[in-house]
């Protein structure tokens, strides 16, 4: 079972990039990817009306994979573990302006939200622009409606005090979709060791970003580079708590031999080779995901 935390793809297939995309169906299959987490991205602006058109559309791209074969579940109770399976996610809560909207993005199968973007908006701000402020009341407000929803709170893109008051006001453990070790690349969508632990400590879940730029800081990778950050993350805490977050789709470049979910035999090939066991290469490449949720 493989599992993928995050791409864009729904985003550029409504931009009309249907002939350039990373993921299709075809090699979702191909890749054995069991589960898609398929994020309705904010875009680059944040005003409500394009957003919310932009989530429409979005909508209806998903229409458009499930008419040829991609199988959206609203729950993991519906995970047939021998098909392409695709959930949604928010990336970017500013769709949420209250519950009314919340119900609506639940209804329609959002199981995930990262809490921002690259923007300050209600709920937190974002790691590109500054550290210390956080979490929003109407954001602490969201969250307990969003948990009590059973939908995964996305630390990715949020600031260090957002993270850290997710951390320690609120019960339920929050994962990171897509973001990587700062220690070895450093980079403010990256995270330090004190936030992995924290964040394992209370159960939470780190998929890893496939981007260069997030995994070296000579911003080339390949299938080792991918390895070494799950292999830091397990020695912080996170054995049964990494997995994937690819980000395919939302990155210009990727890690030599993992183009696109085609090399997802090949990355995992190469984590038995560097000495993981069966048990510790299964979870990662799908079952740390569902257990994760299953913590929720």
Known sequence: MICDAHCDTLFRMMEGKHNSLDITLDRLRQGGVTLQVFAMFVGNDNRLD?????????????????????RHIKNLDDLCDD??????????????TDEKALDYYTEKGVRMAAVTWNFENDFAYPACLNKDRGLKPFGKEMVVEMQKRKIAIDVSHLNEAGFYDLI?????????????VARLCAHSRNLTDDQL???????????????????????????????????????????????????????STKPSGLENPLGF???????????????????????????YFQRL
């Not at 919310?52 to 229409?63: F, G, H, I, R, T």
């Not at 320690?168 to 990587?180: G, I, R, T, W």
Request: with cysteine; charged share 20%; glycine share 12%.
């Open 83 to 96: 098909q392409a399976n695709g959930m949604l996610s928010l990336e970017g809560c500013e769709c949420i």
């Open 197 to 251: 632990k924290a964040l394992f400590q209370k159960g939470g879940y780190v998929g890893i970003n496939f981007w260069p730029n997030f995994l070296s800081p000579a911003h080339s990778a390949n299938l080792d580079t991918v390895i070494d950050h799950i292999l830091y993350m397990m020695d912080l805490g996170g054995s049964g708590k990494v997995g994937f977050g690819s980000d395919f789709d939302g990155i």
């Open 168 to 180: 320690e006001y609120f019960d339920k453990p929050v994962l990171a979709s897509h973001s990587n």
């Open 50 to 70: 394009i957003v919310q058109a932009q989530n429409s559309a979005m909508l209806e791209q998903l229409e458009v994979l499930k008419a040829q074969g991609l």
């Open 265 to 291: 035999p090949k990355l995992i090939q190469r984590m038995y080779e560097r000495g993981l066991t069966q048990n510790e290469v299964e979870g990662i490449a799908g079952k740390n995901l569902i257990a």
